[in-house]
């Protein structure tokens, strides 16, 4: 089997647990990673034996070894480095968000039908199995017409404070939810009114936040993100979904509490589906998700499982939540 030469350009938290689950795949070359911190990128690629290394990820892009790309920077750094990607015949996995406003998104989107080149947005909750399934309940006609649904995705203040430099708890986390709720319904929002604040002056963006959606079908969709829970809390992510129908209800919790450990610092619920290490090797939803896009790259299929215009349509309704809560007022679609 010929494998796919892949490159990792972002190498923070996230970008590592890129590098480390491709690696696990047999259809995948790691050959490159790209940082511009130089320290950090020696310490990722000797860990990992990568042969190749950037501090500049246009070096990189002109390597014609490299087949495909995954960008894992911050989401202000999303629109060049992908669209410059593309053009140089990438392949390219973007992590969610797409971008930082409609008009980025839109650019990202134009380039990608350009090319016949494989994209995709890293949306890891169309991959989790629960989330999966429930999307073939409703799809058989099993809770009716959906009604309402209420989403929570409530972190620690210590998984947090990095974040909150760069983007609002509303935005980061709300995109994963909204983008569940336009998968589940096929519907679009007509309106929304969020409400949120910062409970940490020294931080730029707000860490809490509530929005509510008017769907065009007349569902009405509750996104919940607070990034300010105690640092004891027992969770990596609490994060539980109600959906409502006519004929019937789904209640989802996927906040770890199947797997529960006390020690005498108390009881937690370690994160054990999106990306454990068993036996030393790398498990869970991000490597399924990276799976189905080799599988596209290799099959020279565009990916399906979800869009460009699908990422990009929940960035534009996050950021109007945004608009809503910062004025205060109800924004029309």
């Known amino acids: 089997m010929e494998r796919i030469r892949c490159g990792i350009i ?18 995948c070359e ?34 014609s070894e490299i087949d495909m790309v ?3 920077t911050h989401v202000q750094d999303h629109t060049h480095i992908t669209v410059d990607a593309l053009k140089a015949g990438k392949h390219v996995f973007l992590e969610k968000p ?26 890891i909750c169309r991959f989790d199995t629960v989330y999966a399934l429930v999307k073939e309940e409703i799809d058989a006609g099993n809770l009716g017409t959906i009604l309402s649904m209420h989403a929570k995705r409530n972190l620690a203040k210590w998984i947090t404070e990095s974040q909150l430099h760069k983007i609002s708890a509303l935005f980061g986390d709300g995109v994963h939810d909204l983008d569940l709720m336009f998968w589940y319904t096929g519907a679009r929002p007509k309106s929304v009114y969020a409400q949120s604040m910062n409970t940490r ?9 509530w929005a509510m959606f008017r ?30 129908g006519t004929e019937g209800a789904i209640y989802i919790d996927r906040s770890g509490l199947n797997y529960s450990v006390l020690t005498k610092k108390g009881l937690s619920y370690p994160q054990s589906t999106y990306w454990p290490k068993v036996h030393g090797m790398r498990r869970g939803f991000l490597k399924e998700e990276f799976d189905y896009f080799l599988k596209c790259v290799a099959q020279g299929k565009k990916p399906s499982v979800i869009t460009p215009e699908e990422s990009r349509d929940v960035v534009v309704a996050m950021k109007k939540a945004e608009v809503s809560a910062k004025e205060n007022r109800i924004v029309e679609f």
Not at 111 to 123: I, L, Q, W, Y
């Open 70 to 72: 995954t960008v894992v």
């Open 201 to 209: 002056s020294h931080l730029p963006y707000d860490d809490l936040g």
């Open 30 to 63: 790691v050959m490159a990673v790209c940082t511009r911190t130089e320290k950090r990128l020696k310490e990722v690629a000797e860990k990992y034996s990568v042969p190749k290394h950037y501090t500049d990820y246009h070096d990189l892009l002109s390597d």
């Open 10 to 27: 972002g190498l923070g938290w996230f970008g590592e647990h890129h590098v480390d689950a491709l690696k696990e795949l047999p259809q």
């Open 215 to 244: 769907f065009d079908n007349g569902t009405i969709a509750v996104i919940e993100n607070v990034w300010c829970l105690p640092d004891n809390a027992p969770f990596a992510i609490d994060a539980k979904m109600e959906i409502c």
């Open 98 to 123: 797409m971008a930082d406003s409609e008009e980025q998104c839109n650019k990202i989107v134009e380039e990608a039908h350009k090319t016949d080149k494989c994209f995709m947005v890293g949306h």
